[in-house]
């Protein structure tokens, strides 16, 4: 099948620093594609370069199986997009702001009907945008990128700055993307769980490179974990250990928490209190996308480490 | 390029940019009716135009106005972040700032027409309300070869202004070089200086003000004409956002 997005080699320097270092991506063209990474690994920046609002220093990017330095404008029409900020100009209405696009791509103007029905706009699509909640104008930025029936649309963070509710009804939208609209979707977060909500396929970034990429549920499979808390911690580790179970030291937290290994949680219990502990809690858990996260972008996350990334261009 | 320009067209609906198009044009309408109706003496034609009208907009309201307009033009698209938006439409970049070029051309041209206009009906109204016409032909010759001056020879500060607004997110600095521009202009002016015929504000200046004002035209329009393709080849470059 022909990617929706591949990239080679792609490589962008900015002031002799390496922003984004021969990232291989490989985008299905089916489904969400989770992009993944901590605030300044060069998401945003990878976009810009996937549509073309920058060029790489070295690399390539092809959408739809063509290269997009060669057919850039053509390509591009089957791209909707959201960057970094809704980008809808504030003083016109929405609808306005719709039909400025079907200009630009020669679209029908009979389609923005469809997509403020798709986002839920229909009723506030007559109003200036500066009267939007940032929630109303994120929704309005996806319609427009909907326009025209895209066969991508990326999507820089769309849910920064919204309320829950609308980030509930955010990835809502996203998840039926793919099936409602025929759209892939390529999806920038630096939340975990927004990325293992909605996408199918996931790719790590950590300081401009692409660390890990595959299908979120073959990346994500891990060993299960138990969390427990006894009366007496400290001797609980030793009987666990002495069962044969290996500790997880990366989990943070104040339970003690165990690879379960061959062993049910049943059986981990019983031998816990006929050992004489006192069992207060025991779970079952699983954090295969948090681990990978870990494991890929760094031991413990700190805010020290956070800010150091952040602070990158 | 026709849907780029009805797109750089819808965009001034509703804007701060037509409200600057349209009202302070009117400002030597205004100053001329209250000079007439105020005045016991019959003023002329060549007074009210040719003394109060051109010189108020050459050495003024041209190069701040056109400083402001030019920066809103940038900001439009800087305030809403929409530049990733536009940058991505099938229509080649040059074709988008060539577009908004073209706009602020016409924009400044429209400000040219306002205000000539509105200083002879201001005149011949107040004058006809007051009893005291202005004296002389009604100079709409001038009017047309003001326009015609001005707008040509204000090719280049045009260029350079829309270059900066649209190349830097800070306002600031667009504003800045349209003061610094008219304070230049100003000081060459006090001055009587013959130095600095090359600086573009003072170009679009002595378009309608000094004797020569057709070379200085021709001036203004070949420095734009250059300008022009240089601006849009480093603009195209930018990763505006």
Same mark, same amino acid.
């Given at each position: 099948?022909?990617?929706?997005?591949?990239?080679?080699?792609?490589?962008?320097?900015?002031?002799?620093?390496?922003?984004?270092?021969?990232?291989?991506?490989?985008?299905?063209?089916?489904?969400?594609?989770?992009?993944?990474?901590?605030?300044?690994?060069?998401?945003?920046?990878?976009?810009?370069?996937?549509?073309?609002?920058?060029?790489?220093?070295?690399?390539?990017?092809?959408? /739809?199986?063509?290269?997009?330095?060669?057919?850039?404008?053509?390509?591009?029409? !089957?791209?909707?997009?959201?960057?970094?900020? @809704?980008?809808?100009?504030? @003083?016109?209405?929405?609808?306005?702001?719709?039909?400025?696009?079907?200009?630009?791509?020669?679209?029908?103007?009979?389609?923005?009907?469809?997509?403020?029905?798709?986002?839920?706009?229909?009723?506030?699509?007559?109003?200036?945008?500066?009267?939007?909640?940032?929630?109303?104008?994120?929704?309005?930025?996806?319609?427009?990128?909907?326009?025209?029936?895209?066969?991508?649309?990326?999507?820089?963070?769309?849910?920064?700055?919204?309320?829950?509710?609308?980030?509930?009804?955010?990835?809502?939208?996203?998840?039926?993307?793919? &099936?409602?609209?025929?759209?892939?979707? =390529?999806?920038?977060?630096?939340?975990?769980?927004?990325? !293992?909500?909605?996408?199918?396929?996931?790719?790590?970034?950590?300081?401009?490179?692409?660390?890990?990429?595959?299908?979120?549920?073959?990346?994500?499979?891990?060993?299960?974990?138990? +969390?427990?808390?006894?009366?007496?911690?400290?001797?609980?580790?030793?009987?666990?250990? &002495?069962?044969?179970?290996?500790?997880?030291?990366?989990?943070?937290?104040?339970?003690?928490?165990?690879?379960?290994?061959?062993?049910?949680?049943?059986?981990?219990?019983?031998? =816990?209190?006929?050992?004489?502990?006192?069992?207060?809690?025991?779970?079952?858990?699983?954090?295969?996308? $948090?681990?990978?996260?870990?494991?890929?972008?760094?031991?413990?996350?700190?805010?020290?480490?956070?800010?150091?990334?952040?602070?990158?261009? | 390029?026709?849907?780029?320009?009805?797109?750089?067209?819808?965009?001034?609906?509703?804007?701060?940019?037509?409200?600057?198009?349209?009202?302070?044009?009117?400002?030597?309408? +205004?100053?001329?009716?209250? &000079?007439?109706?105020?005045? $016991?003496?019959?003023?002329?034609?060549?007074?009210?135009?040719?003394?109060?009208?051109?010189?108020?907009? +050459?050495?003024?309201?041209?190069?701040?106005?056109?400083?402001?307009?030019?920066?809103?033009?940038?900001?439009?698209?800087?305030?809403?972040?929409?530049?990733? /938006?536009?940058?991505?439409?099938?229509?080649?970049?040059?074709?988008? /700032?060539?577009?908004?070029?073209?706009?602020?051309?016409?924009?400044? +041209?429209?400000?040219?027409?306002?205000?000539?206009?509105?200083?002879?009906?201001?005149?011949?109204?107040?004058? @006809?309300?007051?009893?005291?016409?202005?004296?002389?032909?009604?100079?709409?010759?001038?009017?047309?070869?003001?326009?015609?001056?001005?707008?040509?020879?204000?090719?280049?500060?045009?260029?350079? !202004?829309?270059?900066?607004?649209?190349?830097?997110?800070?306002?600031?600095?667009?504003?800045? =070089?349209?003061?610094?521009?008219?304070?230049?202009?100003?000081?060459? =002016?006090?001055?009587?200086?013959?130095?600095?015929?090359?600086?573009?504000?003072?170009? &679009?200046?002595?378009?309608?003000?000094?004797?020569?004002?057709?070379?200085?035209?021709?001036?203004?329009?070949?420095?734009?004409?250059?300008?022009?393709?240089?601006?849009?080849?480093?603009?195209?470059?930018?990763?505006?956002?």
């Amino acid at each position: 099948m022909t990617a929706a997005i591949r990239t080679e080699g792609l490589s962008l320097s900015l002031g002799g620093r390496a922003i984004v270092r021969n990232v291989d991506m490989t985008v299905p063209d089916s489904g969400v594609y989770g992009f993944l990474g901590p605030n300044g690994a060069g998401k945003s920046t990878i976009m810009r370069l996937i549509v073309g609002l920058l060029r790489p220093a070295a690399g390539t990017v092809s959408l /739809f199986g063509e290269n997009l330095a060669q057919r850039p404008r053509a390509l591009l029409g !089957q791209v909707g997009i959201l960057i970094e900020s @809704h980008g809808l100009y504030e @003083h016109l209405t929405g609808r306005e702001n719709l039909l400025l696009a079907c200009r630009l791509r020669g679209i029908d103007r009979r389609d923005i009907g469809r997509v403020l029905d798709a986002v839920a706009m229909h009723r506030a699509a007559d109003r200036p945008v500066k009267t939007y909640s940032l929630g109303m104008k994120q929704r309005t930025a996806l319609a427009r990128a909907l326009l025209g029936q895209p066969r991508l649309v990326v999507l820089d963070e769309p849910t920064n700055g919204l309320d829950p509710e609308g980030i509930m009804a955010m990835r809502d939208l996203i998840r039926e993307l793919p &099936a409602r609209f025929g759209a892939t979707v =390529l999806l920038s977060s630096h939340l975990l769980g927004e990325v !293992q909500e909605v996408a199918d396929h996931i790719g790590l970034l950590r300081q401009g490179e692409l660390v890990a990429e595959g299908p979120l549920r073959a990346l994500s499979e891990t060993e299960p974990l138990i +969390a427990i808390s006894t009366d007496r911690q400290t001797e609980a580790r030793a009987a666990l250990l &002495a069962l044969g179970l290996e500790e997880d030291r990366d989990s943070g937290d104040e339970r003690l928490v165990f690879r379960m290994g061959r062993l049910t949680a049943a059986q981990i219990n019983r031998s =816990l209190v006929e050992s004489g502990f006192a069992v207060s809690a025991l779970a079952q858990e699983s954090h295969g996308l $948090e681990r990978l996260y870990r494991d890929k972008l760094g031991s413990q996350p700190s805010f020290e480490a956070h800010s150091e990334q952040e602070n990158r261009p | 390029m026709i849907a780029l320009i009805d797109v750089e067209l819808r965009k001034l609906r509703g804007s701060l940019i037509l409200l600057l198009v349209v009202i302070p044009p009117l400002l030597p309408g +205004a100053i001329i009716a209250l &000079a007439i109706a105020t005045n $016991e003496g019959i003023p002329s034609w060549e007074q009210l135009v040719g003394r109060l009208t051109i010189p108020l907009w +050459a050495m003024f309201l041209n190069p701040t106005l056109l400083a402001t307009v030019a920066t809103l033009m940038g900001q439009i698209e800087y305030r809403s972040g929409s530049w990733s /938006f536009m940058l991505v439409q099938p229509q080649p970049r040059w074709q988008l /700032f060539l577009t908004k070029l073209g706009i602020l051309w016409l924009l400044h +041209a429209l400000m040219l027409v306002l205000a000539i206009a509105s200083a002879i009906l201001a005149g011949s109204c107040a004058g @006809h309300l007051t009893g005291r016409v202005p004296t002389g032909a009604t100079p709409w010759t001038e009017g047309i070869r003001f326009v015609a001056h001005m707008s040509l020879g204000s090719l280049a500060i045009l260029c350079i !202004q829309l270059w900066v607004a649209l190349r830097w997110n800070n306002f600031v600095i667009s504003l800045a =070089l349209g003061i610094a521009g008219t304070l230049v202009q100003l000081a060459v =002016l006090i001055t009587g200086s013959d130095q600095a015929g090359w600086f573009p504000w003072v170009m &679009a200046m002595r378009s309608v003000l000094s004797e020569n004002g057709a070379e200085n035209v021709r001036a203004g329009l070949a420095l734009g004409l250059v300008l022009v393709p240089v601006m849009l080849f480093d603009l195209q470059r930018r990763a505006l956002k």
